[in-house]
């Protein structure tokens, strides 16, 4: 923590450098969050219809929603299914696209990318498609396994 923030805390009554504390956090987390995940925000029709032909594999699977982001962490893909969350890696030799595929109630599905989308593009991002959507079907599998995994 800084100097400031700590001799602001240090002055500070007990409840009010909980509540500093706390809202400190928040705009850190809901701040720094909403802007990495500004980035993304586009909708494409031209990728949706792209991925439209395996959206009633991916709802049978019980995934809700598929969020990539640029390949800098371990476990970039975060796959949100009806049994909780999952992530795993980029797949070798497939470069990095952000987007996010979104599955409606109605087995439809919607697809956002980044702002630096252009149609030259198209083709990375069905390589990533290619490559995550089969990944995504399995994790939601293993997901749902652990889920309905009876406990003792």
């Known amino acids: 923590m800084?100097?400031?923030?700590?001799?602001?805390?240090?002055?500070?009554?007990r409840m009010r450098a909980y509540t500093s504390t706390t809202a400190l956090c928040a705009f850190l987390v809901l701040g720094f969050g909403s802007a990495a995940s500004a980035a993304v925000e586009t909708y494409e029709p031209g990728l949706s219809k792209l991925v439209a032909p395996q959206a009633a594999q991916l709802k049978a699977a019980g995934i809700k929603s598929i969020l990539t982001r640029t390949g800098k962490h371990r476990r970039?893909?975060?796959?949100?299914t009806q049994w909780g969350p999952a992530y795993f890696p980029?797949?070798?030799n497939v470069t990095p696209a952000l987007f996010e595929i979104y599955i409606a109630n109605n087995g439809t599905a919607e697809v956002y990318t980044d702002e630096n989308y252009k149609d030259s593009t198209q083709a990375r991002y069905v390589a990533a498609f290619n490559a995550i959507i089969?990944?995504?079907?399995r994790q939601a599998q293993l997901t749902r396994a652990a889920a309905e995994k009876p406990r003792h």
């Open 134 to 137: 089969p990944e995504a079907v």
């Open 90 to 92: 980029w797949p070798k």
């Open 76 to 80: 970039d893909i975060q796959l949100q």
């Open 2 to 13: 800084s100097k400031l923030l700590l001799k602001y805390l240090n002055g500070a009554p």
